[in-house]
C-alpha cells in the first residue's frame, strides 16, 4: 500500500470520527428533551428494560466485525454517559475499588455511574433502602462455592426488590509490584479466592504464608504498599492498583463465575421474559414444602435455586428462597 493510500484511509477514518461525535451529541440532545418529559409526569430516568431491548436490537443489527460483546459494551458506556447527562446515578457496592462486586457494577451500568463503596453487604442493603444509593449490587452465588447465604440472609431484614442480576467470569491472578516470585513472601487474598486457587498455591508456592483480608481487592492493596506481599486479585484490580502478573489463571477450574443481584426500591417493568425470586416461610408439618412447590410443576413452571435459611426467630423454623 503507498503513502497516498494510507493517508486516503486515513482522512476516511477521521471524516467518520467526526460523524460518529455529530451523533453522539445529536443523540444526547434527543436524550435530554426525554429526560425533561420523564421529569415533568415524574418517571424514573433509568429504565433497564427499554435499555435491554436497545441492545438486543442492535445485536440482532450486528453483521461485524465487532463481536456482539464488543458492540455490547460499547453502547452500555454510550447510555451510561447519557444517563449520567440527565440523573447521577449512585450505585452501592462492596468495597473497596477493584472487587469483582465493583466490576459487575461497572459492566452492568457503564462507567459513567457514580459508584460508592461500601464496607460490607449489609451496609449495601442498608443505603438502598434508605434512598442513599439508586440501587445496590450483591454477589449471591458462585458456580464453585455455592450460595452467598449472608446476602439471602439480609433480605429478610430489609425492604428491598431485586431488580436485575449479573453473571460475571471469575479469574484470578498472582499479582505483585515488581511481578517478580522470588521477592514474595506473603500472599493476601479473600478467603473465597484463596480456596479457589488451593491446588496452584499448593504446588507453585508451598512454603509462602497465606493471610486473610476482607476482599480481593484490599489484598491488591496491600501488595501495592509492599514488593514481598503478593495478592490473589483480579486483572481490573492490578490496573487500579498499579501491579504486575507473577501468575496469570491461577484458579484450579476455569468454569468459574458468580452471580450478582441488583438491588432497588422498586421492581423493574415486566418484559415478558423475567426471572422471579421469592421467599416464604411454612408451617412445620408433613408435605408442607411439597404442596407450596405443587403450583409451580401444575403450571410448567421451571425453579432454578431453592434454597432453606434458619428464620432466626424460633429455633428449627426456615424461611425458603425460591428462583423461578
Not at 468459574?256 to 418484559?271: A, D, G, V
Request: charged share 25%; with cysteine; proline share 4%.
Amino acid at each position: 500500500m503507498s503513502d497516498i493510500e494510507l493517508q486516503k484511509l486515513r482522512d476516511e477514518i477521521d471524516q467518520i470520527d467526526r460523524e460518529i461525535l455529530i451523533l453522539l451529541n445529536k443523540r444526547a440532545s434527543v436524550a435530554l428533551k426525554i429526560a425533561e418529559i420523564k421529569k415533568a409526569k415524574e418517571i424514573a430516568y433509568y429504565d433497564p428494560v427499554r435499555e435491554k431491548k436497545l441492545i438486543n436490537k442492535l445485536l440482532e443489527l450486528n453483521k461485524g466485525p465487532f463481536s456482539n460483546e464488543t458492540i455490547k459494551t460499547l453502547f452500555r458506556e454510550i447510555l451510561s454517559a447519557t444517563l449520567a447527562l440527565q440523573e447521577s446515578q449512585k450505585i452501592a457496592y462492596l468495597g473497596p475499588e477493584g472487587t469483582f462486586t465493583h466490576l459487575a457494577a461497572i459492566k452492568y451500568f457503564g462507567s459513567f455511574a457514580k459508584f460508592e463503596p461500601q464496607e460490607s453487604i449489609k451496609s449495601i442493603f442498608e443505603s438502598v433502602e434508605k434512598g442513599l444509593s439508586k440501587f445496590g449490587i450483591v454477589p449471591i452465588e458462585n458456580s464453585n462455592e455455592g450460595t452467598v447465604t449472608y446476602t439471602l440472609d439480609m433480605f429478610t431484614q430489609y425492604e428491598v426488590k431485586i431488580s436485575g442480576e449479573i453473571i460475571i467470569p471469575i479469574t484470578h491472578h498472582l499479582l505483585s509490584l515488581t511481578g517478580e516470585r522470588e521477592k514474595i513472601k506473603k500472599i493476601y487474598s479473600h478467603p473465597h479466592a484463596k480456596a479457589q486457587c488451593r491446588e496452584w498455591l499448593n504446588k507453585n508456592m508451598p512454603n509462602i504464608p497465606l493471610y486473610d483480608v476482607a476482599s480481593t481487592a484490599e489484598a491488591a492493596r496491600q501488595a501495592c504498599l509492599d514488593e514481598e506481599i503478593a495478592a490473589i486479585a483480579s486483572e481490573f484490580a492490578a490496573t487500579l492498583y498499579g501491579l504486575k502478573f507473577i501468575a496469570k489463571h491461577i484458579e484450579d477450574y476455569k468454569n468459574n463465575y458468580t452471580r450478582f443481584f441488583i438491588l432497588s426500591k422498586t421492581f423493574p417493568n415486566k418484559t415478558g421474559s423475567d426471572k422471579t425470586s421469592i421467599m416464604f416461610s411454612l408451617q412445620d408439618k408433613p408435605g408442607a414444602l411439597y404442596n407450596a412447590l405443587k403450583p409451580f410443576k401444575e403450571s410448567d413452571i421451571n425453579l432454578t435455586k431453592i434454597e432453606s435459611r434458619p428464620a432466626k426467630m424460633r429455633k428449627w423454623e426456615y424461611i425458603f428462597f425460591v428462583d423461578f
